[in-house]
């Protein structure tokens, strides 16, 4: 699934992670938001999730992770996993649509519907409209530049708002 209307970046570098997300939201090909918020911290604010489809199934679905997270002490794999196969097995859950990306301090997931829980090799991952062209861009810096996580996801963000129509430079970043 690669929703279209927003991009969410994810990068783990120099023992610090950053999830960036642009802010717009459109209706079919009207733009009718610049500013929404797609990056949250939830758990204590010890876990990062940013997401890309349909805003309310992706604050159900957050709301979901968070919940798992309590039953299961902070654990991130083991609620990424036990969110994953709910959400591929229960009827209602089945129909959200929506894809997330989930950290912590160790662990990055991305989690969608078709029970995927697939953590990055290189420590980076993008969804959303924009995502590929932005872990692109993201990948390029981490092996070209000494930059932090921050400025990673700050630079492909502002490369890919500039390129793609669904994807705005109005940026929420969260940082472990």
């Excluded at 929404?36 to 309310?56: E, M, S, W």
């Excluded at 861009?137 to 700050?154: G, M, N, Y």
Aim: proline share 1%; glycine share 10%.
């Amino acid at each position: 699934m690669n929703p279209h209307g927003t991009t969410i970046l994810a990068v783990r570098r120099k023992g610090k992670v950053a999830i960036a997300g642009d802010g717009q939201v459109t209706l079919g090909n009207t733009i009718i938001k610049h500013k929404a918020k797609k990056v949250r911290r939830i758990y204590n604010d010890k876990i990062i999730v940013g997401f890309a489809g349909a805003t309310a199934d992706a604050l159900n679905l957050s709301e979901r992770l968070e919940a798992k997270l309590e039953r299961y002490n902070g654990n991130l794999t083991r609620s990424a996993v036990e969110l994953a196969r709910d959400w591929r097995t229960d009827k209602y859950l089945r129909r959200l649509e929506a894809i997330m990306i989930a950290t912590d301090e160790k662990n990055m997931f991305v989690i969608s519907g078709n029970g995927d829980v697939i953590e990055p090799d290189e420590g980076v991952m993008g969804i959303g409209a924009g995502g590929a062209s932005a872990q692109a861009a993201a990948i390029a810096l981490i092996k070209h530049t000494d930059l932090d996580a921050v400025s990673i996801v700050r630079q492909a963000m502002e490369i890919i708002g500039s390129i793609c129509v669904f994807t705005n430079n109005d940026i929420t970043i969260e940082e472990l």
